[in-house]
């Protein structure tokens, strides 16, 4: 009997979640996957880590060892999502996905996974900053009626958003809770990339974008990043409050979105699955 084999993994971006999720699988956090090569185009101190334990850090993902990987991280942005994601599915490797907030972008998801049943390489959507997206998948085969996001965070998590630098939002200027974007998921994400994967991966869940309703608070009393959701439909109602530290290294960032993805790693690497 052939027993699993060890899941080979390549991480896109030695940022904020990257370095988390190295760091986690390096430290013996995650069993049964395997680091094996990385792509940063930048110096950091991860990369000059990776590069001293003998691990490959390549500057484009173009040369990656294709043949030794099952799995690709990207930790990124939206932008180099867009470049690597149909090149990592070419190559028949799955791809674990942070920055969803380029599927609601409608031609890029769709493509992707057309050229993913040819080549039969797995797409996969952590959850990220939020949580209960089995409950949406699930309420979606019944009917939604809605779904609400209400992300709070404060003004400094939001500096440099093109909505707020197009709409002259003076972020030093807030001084209590306000209301900063109202509206659908993919003005949320092309407003806020940085900062609304999550409305993506609720329209993802639900199946339908047009479902979604997304309100962006710049609280400066908020002392953490508060996602507030509220799905009613057929099966009744759900609600739920996430109160989300910010990564130690990066204020846009959760830290529960590489933990996410540490989450799901464990999952890959072992014969245990939720659904
Ligand atoms: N799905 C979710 O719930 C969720 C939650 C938080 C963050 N995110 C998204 O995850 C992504 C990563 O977040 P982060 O906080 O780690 O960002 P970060 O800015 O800390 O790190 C991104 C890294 O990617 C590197 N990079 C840039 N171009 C590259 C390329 N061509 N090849 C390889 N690396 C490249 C950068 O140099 C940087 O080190 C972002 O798009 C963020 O919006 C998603």
Redesign the pocket.
């Known amino acids: 009997m052939q027993s699993r084999a060890n899941v080979r993994l390549a991480v896109?971006?030695?940022?904020?979640?990257?370095?988390d999720v190295v760091n986690a699988v390096r430290s013996g956090h995650v069993t049964g996957i395997d680091l094996v090569a990385a792509?940063?185009?930048?110096t950091?101190p991860t990369r000059d880590e990776l590069l001293e334990a003998d691990i490959p850090v390549y500057e484009?993902?173009q040369d990656f060892p294709w043949h030794q990987l099952d799995l690709v991280l990207e930790?990124?942005?939206?932008s180099?999502?867009r470049?690597?994601a149909p090149q990592v599915v070419r190559e028949g490797v799955d791809l674990v996905i942070?920055?969803?907030?380029a599927t609601l972008d409608i031609e890029f998801l769709p493509a992707l996974l057309e050229l993913a049943d040819q080549t039969g390489s797995k797409i996969w959507?952590?959850?990220?900053?939020?949580g209960a997206l089995d409950v949406v998948r699930a309420a979606s085969v019944g009917d939604i009626e809605s779904i609400t996001l209400t992300t709070t965070k404060h003004p400094s998590a939001l500096t440099n958003a093109p909505h707020i630098e197009n709409s002259n939002i003076d972020l030093d200027s807030i001084s209590s809770r306000q209301e900063v974007f109202a509206g659908g998921p993919a003005a949320a994400v092309r407003g806020f990339?940085?900062?609304v994967?999550?409305a993506a991966?609720l329209s993802l869940a639900a199946g339908n974008p047009d479902q979604v309703h997304v309100r962006v608070i710049a609280d400066p009393n908020a002392p953490v990043n508060v996602h507030e959701i509220v799905v009613r439909g057929s099966f009744g109602t759900m609600a739920i409050r996430l109160e989300n530290e910010p990564?130690s290294?990066?204020p846009?960032?959760?830290a529960l979105?590489a933990q996410?993805v540490v989450a799901l790693l464990r999952q890959l690497g072992s014969a245990q699955r939720f659904g």
Not at 12 to 19: A, D, H, Y
Not at 75 to 78: E, G, K, L, M, V
Not at 125 to 130: C, E
């Open positions: 896109v971006g030695l940022g904020s979640i990257g370095t792509a940063e185009p930048t950091c484009h993902v930790a990124t942005s939206q180099v999502l470049e690597i942070l920055s969803a907030g959507f952590p959850s990220g900053a939020i990339p940085q900062n994967n999550v991966l990564s290294t990066n846009k960032t959760s979105a996410s």
